[in-house]
Nanobody, 117 residues
Framework: QVHFVESGGGSVQPGGSLRLSCAAL????????MGWYRQAPGKQREMVTY???????EYADSVKGRFTISRDNVKNAVYLQMNDLKEEDTAVYYC???????????WGQGIQVTVSS
């Protein structure tokens, strides 16, 4: 079971920036992919971005050009830099890791991001 340390959420005004961090604790199986989902009130959880072991990155259309995912393979950490935040970005953001040959998925507990004027 992978456990995470998450940080970086909070409240900002539209146009502001936040950086989310998610680091796995201890030794973990080989990471195949890592990324972020989000869930807004009353909505389904949706993919925000992910990065695969070979470096390939995908973004949801709604965040392209504003959000950037990055990773630190030594620290087993994934980051999400969010710029030009909009009110519709308000959600709980969940990091996840796919690990091991079976692509087991482990989710973080969630980080609240609120964008409001």
């Amino acid at each position: 079971q992978v456990h995470f340390v998450e940080s970086g959420g909070g409240s900002v005004q539209p146009g502001g920036s936040l950086r989310l961090s998610c680091a796995a604790l201890g030794s973990i199986p080989t990471v195949q992919a890592m990324g972020w989902y989000r869930q807004a009130p009353g909505k389904q959880r949706e993919m925000v971005t992910y990065i695969v072991y070979d470096g390939r990155i995908e973004y949801a259309d709604s965040v392209k050009g504003r959000f950037t995912i990055s990773r630190d393979n030594v620290k087993n950490a994934v980051y999400l830099q969010m710029n030009d935040l909009k009110e519709e970005d308000t959600a709980v953001y969940y990091c996840y890791f796919n690990t091991g040959p079976s692509l087991s998925t482990t989710w973080g507990q969630g980080i609240q991001v609120t964008v409001s004027s």
